[in-house]
């Protein structure tokens, strides 16, 4: 070892990181504006927690909060079922950021936000989509969801698809109870759901 | 859970300390945000059709050392450097003299990349030759041939 390497292996301690984590973040930006992203995600905090939002080209894919929230666990459930470039791009979510906060607020009762369905399927899609209709400030029920897929004894099977809800809030699982008036289950924690309806004057 | 490729964003936190350090030693403050972006892009471009399990840290490093190679040639052909600033003041390297980074941009392009890889970035003599695409034999050529000018051209 003689000075000369030692002085060029002492670049390694070079103190980049806050300068490396700037050009990154205007690489995500560039990156986003080139197409090249599949799947873009932001994190923001709202009345629920903190919430994961991710989306496609396509609109909105996942929404991850209360206990849906494990970030690390749904992001590479995204790489590995849409594809791989997944890259945090907050400056994408401008507009879902001031819906959410407008809903939030009491000020919003419906999302114009496209939806990219992509993560369901079969007849988990087909209830969600029903679900989607329920109008804000009204609920519905498991039994109701399964017949308006067609599967009118599938009420068990309904709640299993609104359980897997992969954008809830948006797509407003919260909505729907048990037939015989009960609150039902929420995947992210049922003070959540009590939470949505009574915001939305429905409790 | 299968054994897919992180999402881009865990690569891109992973590496980009690295690879931002090699682009400031090898192309200067000037260009490494540049050359930075022009890396990660081409990583984002080709990430999918990666095979998981790849080697990610060699892989980025591969297509960085491609990138400052270009930028080295565009210099060449462009007889005054760029006359603009970086668009945020870039942090110093750690070694204490700026002569003797000067002297390691002015090598020749291998030689350069070579005794970067090597005590800069902390590659094995094989894992060189897998990032330049050349033999193990050929990057040790290259370290020891930078280290000997680098010991004349800078000798404090």
Redesign the interface.
């Known amino acids: 070892m003689n000075d000369l390497t030692t002085m060029l292996k002492q670049a390694r301690r070079s103190d980049v990181a806050e300068h490396a984590s700037a050009v990154a973040s205007s690489f995500s930006d560039t990156a986003a504006g080139s197409g090249m992203v599949d799947v873009a995600y932001t994190t923001m905090e709202l009345p629920v927690g903190e919430v994961l939002v991710a989306a496609t080209p396509r609109g909105l894919v996942r929404i991850a909060y209360g206990d849906f929230w494990d970030a690390e666990e749904a992001l590479n459930d995204l790489a590995a079922r849409i594809s791989p470039r997944v890259l945090e791009v907050p400056s994408y979510f401008d507009g879902v950021r001031s819906e959410l906060d407008e809903y939030f607020a009491g000020k919003r009762t419906s999302f114009d936000l496209p939806i990219d369905w992509s993560l369901t399927g079969g007849f988990t899609r087909k209830v969600l989509k029903h679900t989607a209709k329920i109008p804000y400030g009204e609920v519905s029920t498991y039994r109701d969801m399964a017949a308006a897929a067609g599967s009118p004894r599938g009420a068990r099977a309904a709640g299993n698809a609104l359980g897997a809800n992969p954008i809830p809030i948006v797509v407003p699982c919260h909505r729907v109870l048990h037939s015989g008036g009960g609150l039902g289950g929420y995947g992210g924690g049922l003070e959540y759901k009590k939470l949505l309806l009574e915001l939305e004057g429905a409790l | 859970?299968?054994v897919?490729?992180?999402?881009?964003?865990?690569f891109?936190?992973e590496h980009?300390?690295d690879?931002?350090?090699f682009l400031?030693?090898s192309v200067g403050p000037v260009e490494a945000?540049d050359c930075?972006?022009d890396t990660?892009?081409a990583a984002?471009?080709a990430?999918?059709r990666l095979r998981p399990r790849s080697n990610l840290r060699g892989w980025v490093l591969t297509i960085a050392h491609r990138k400052a190679l270009d930028a080295h040639r565009s210099r060449r052909r462009r007889p005054q450097p760029r006359e603009r600033l970086p668009?945020?003041a870039?942090?110093?390297?750690?070694?204490?003299?700026p002569e003797?980074w000067h002297a390691?941009r002015e090598l020749p392009p291998k030689q350069r990349a070579a005794?970067l890889h090597r005590?800069?970035n902390?590659l094995a003599y094989a894992d060189i030759g897998r990032v330049m695409d050349c033999s193990e034999e050929a990057a040790r050529r290259n370290v020891h041939e930078a280290?000997r000018k680098?010991?004349e051209e800078?000798t404090q």
């Open positions: 859970m299968g897919g490729l992180p999402p881009f964003q865990s891109l936190d980009r300390d690879v931002y350090r400031l030693a945000d930075f972006q990660f892009l984002l471009r990430y999918p668009e945020r870039a942090p110093e390297l750690n070694g204490t003299d003797l390691v005794v005590y800069v902390d280290m680098l010991r800078w």
